[in-house]
Nanobody, 132 residues
Framework: QVQLVESGGGSVQAGGSLRLSCAAS????????MAWFRQAPGKAREGVAS????????VYVDSVKGRFTISQDNAKNTVYLQMNSLKPEDTAMYYC?????????????????????????WGQGTQVTVSS
């Protein structure tokens, strides 16, 4: 049984930092795709960052580039999302997701790696609230 358990959410003021964690179990962690998505009230869920566990290659949505960093600890089957310089518009429920294998994309269009349809397993989510 695949389980993705997120932790680390909370409330911070604008400019602050948080680190989310996602512990994965029940499937072969290596050589798969892991990602963070978020969903704000009244908005569609969007991909924030993705990492291929085989080589650590990462992609980000433009709105978080330079502020968020996705990383992994293969020994712990855990993916992290370090969020710095947080803004009120980052307020959302954040979800961890896992997909089988590598997700094909190009350097010019990494969007498939941030598409919900390419991920098979989802965590329950952790709330991030950023106040101004």
């Amino acid at each position: 049984q695949v389980q993705l358990v997120e932790s680390g959410g909370g409330s911070v003021q604008a400019g602050g930092s948080l680190r989310l964690s996602c512990a994965a179990s029940g499937f072969t962690y290596s050589s798969n795709s892991m990602a963070w998505f978020r969903q704000a009230p009244g908005k569609a869920r969007e991909g924030v960052a993705s990492i291929y566990t085989g080589d650590g290659n990462t992609v980000y949505v433009d709105s978080v580039k330079g502020r968020f960093t996705i990383s992994q600890d293969n020994a712990k089957n855990t993916v992290y999302l370090q969020m710095n310089s947080l803004k009120p518009e980052d307020t959302a429920m954040y979800y961890c997701a896992a997909g089988h294998g590598a997700i094909l994309s190009s350097d010019f269009d990494p969007s498939p790696r941030l598409a919900e349809s390419n991920y098979n397993y989802w965590g329950q989510g952790t709330q991030v609230t950023v106040s101004s």
